[in-house]
């Protein structure tokens, strides 16, 4: 199934074609007024240098003026073979529909709501005919039976037409095209995006790159290279604001020497309050009882860590260099 994107919206187009397979562009002048456009032809030539076809209307009371103007298009430095020619579906528009292929020249017949509008344009050779999908449904109408039927048509008689699925409003209508079996579909930028996306492939992809990040990461690579430690003379108050500094809920207590002597969190600070009120602000960290602080080499993966963490309980750990605390790893270092 061909798949083109809908739309006159240049950074849209720019957008969807990097993607490198979409087949074609198709635009519409509704499509260019509502953005704005008024040098329609320069459009046009733009356009024919981003995508691989584009299809652009043909328009005109008559046979003789849509070949016309069809002949006029190309003769701006179009690529026949690259450009299909639009043709809202009517008794001039079929004929002018075989006239334009007896040339060469590839044709949609669109704006087509009925069956036999779908027959007319097949007969007349047309490259693709375009049944109106989301309008026919806003009408109340049963699209998808119409867009079937088109495709069993050319299935049963052998035409050589393309159904093309258009006015798509979202991603079931793309499930609906590939259930019916239709030969080419048109896709806003925006419904196009949606068609990767599933909330459970979010789930496992994610959860893939965390665990390839455990196996892969040491765990002095996944610190943020802050420090966050006070020694153990500071009063309660300052290690508060330390924390604060450091933007982190806990903070390592050293001793005179260097050791660890534990570790100050904002859990600690609660308990203390609670248990002994706000006097407590006034003591030194060293008048604390600290518990064997939990730590962990910088130079072990974050596999090791995550064990750890799993076996601890704690939300931070500190990490060492030589048994000298160099940062603390947080329990969501983990996913970053």
């Known amino acids: 199934m061909e798949l083109y994107l809908d739309s006159a919206n240049l950074k849209e187009i720019e957008e969807g074609f990097k993607l490198g397979f979409l087949n074609g562009l198709t635009t519409t002048p509704t499509f260019m007024q509502k953005e704005g456009i008024t040098d329609i032809d320069g459009t046009i030539v733009k356009l024919s240098k981003m995508v691989p076809v584009l299809q652009i209307e043909a328009l005109g009371s008559s046979a003789e003026e849509i070949l016309a103007e069809a002949e006029r298009q190309l003769a701006l430095g179009l690529d026949p073979k690259k450009t299909v020619f639009k043709i809202p579906v009517s008794l001039e528009g079929v004929r002018a529909c075989k006239v334009l292929r007896d040339k060469g020249y590839l ?22 005919v375009c049944p109106l999908v989301g309008r026919l449904q806003d009408q109340g109408h049963d699209a998808l039976a119409l867009v079937e039927q088109c495709v ?77 430690l006070v020694t153990e003379d500071t009063n309660i108050t300052d290690a508060i604001i330390k924390m604060t500094e450091y933007n982190f809920g806990a903070i390592t207590v050293v001793k005179n020497d260097g050791g660890i002597k534990g570790v100050f ?50 939300d931070t750990i500190v990490v060492t260099d030589n048994g000298k605390p160099v940062g603390m790893l947080d329990i969501q270092d983990l996913k970053s």
């Open 265 to 314: 969190t904002d859990g600690s600070l609660r308990k203390l309050l609670m248990d002994k009120g706000r006097d407590i602000l006034n003591k030194k960290l060293s008048d604390l009882d600290f518990r064997e602080p939990i730590t962990i080499d910088g130079n072990v993966l974050l596999n090791d860590a995550n064990l750890l963490f799993k076996k601890t309980a704690v």
């Open 152 to 228: 069993d048509a050319v299935d049963l008689y052998g035409y050589d037409t393309k159904i093309m699925f258009s006015s798509v409003r979202h991603a079931e209508h793309v499930r609906n095209a590939i259930n019916v079996g239709v030969h080419t579909i048109t896709v806003p930028l925006k419904v196009l995006k949606q068609l990767t996306e599933n909330n459970f492939t979010t789930v496992g992809t994610d959860q893939f790159i965390m665990d390839t990040r455990l196996m892969m990461v040491k765990v002095k690579e996944a610190i943020n290279g802050v420090n966050p």
């Open 107 to 128: 044709v949609n017949v669109h704006l087509v709501y009925t069956l036999q509008q779908a027959y007319m344009a097949m007969h007349a050779g047309a490259t693709y």
